[in-house]
Nanobody
Framework: QVQVVESGGGLVQPGGSLRLSCAAS????????MGWYRQAPGKQRELVAD???????NYTDTVKGRFTISRDNAKNTVYLQMNSLKPEDTAVYYC???????????WGQGTQVTVSS
């Protein structure tokens, strides 16, 4: 079994910052992918940013230049630094972790981020 736990969400004013963390534990052997997704009310879940074991990263266009994804392989942890937050960033943020052997894709329970004055 693999457990994925997100933390760091909360209420922040527009222009503010938050740092999300996601830690994977359990039957972890070789994580090759860690990603952050978000789902706003009435919308589909979308990719925010991801990072592969080689260090390659991807960002959705709406967060480029504002969000930074990073990972600590020793701790099986991925972070999402979110700066210059906007009301449209409000959503539940989910972490996804994938490994090859045994093959699996695991989701956390989500953490709420609300950007409002």
């Amino acid at each position: 079994q693999v457990q994925v736990v997100e933390s760091g969400g909360g209420l922040v004013q527009p222009g503010g910052s938050l740092r999300l963390s996601c830690a994977a534990s359990g039957s972890i052997f070789n994580i090759y992918y860690m990603g952050w997704y978000r789902q706003a009310p009435g919308k589909q879940r979308e990719l925010v940013a991801d990072i592969f074991d080689g260090g390659n990263t991807n960002y959705t266009d709406t967060v480029k230049g504002r969000f930074t994804i990073s990972r600590d392989n020793a701790k099986n942890t991925v972070y999402l630094q979110m700066n210059s937050l906007k009301p449209e960033d409000t959503a539940v943020y989910y972490c996804n972790v994938r490994q090859i052997r045994p093959q699996g894709s695991y989701w956390g329970q989500g953490t709420q981020v609300t950007v409002s004055s």
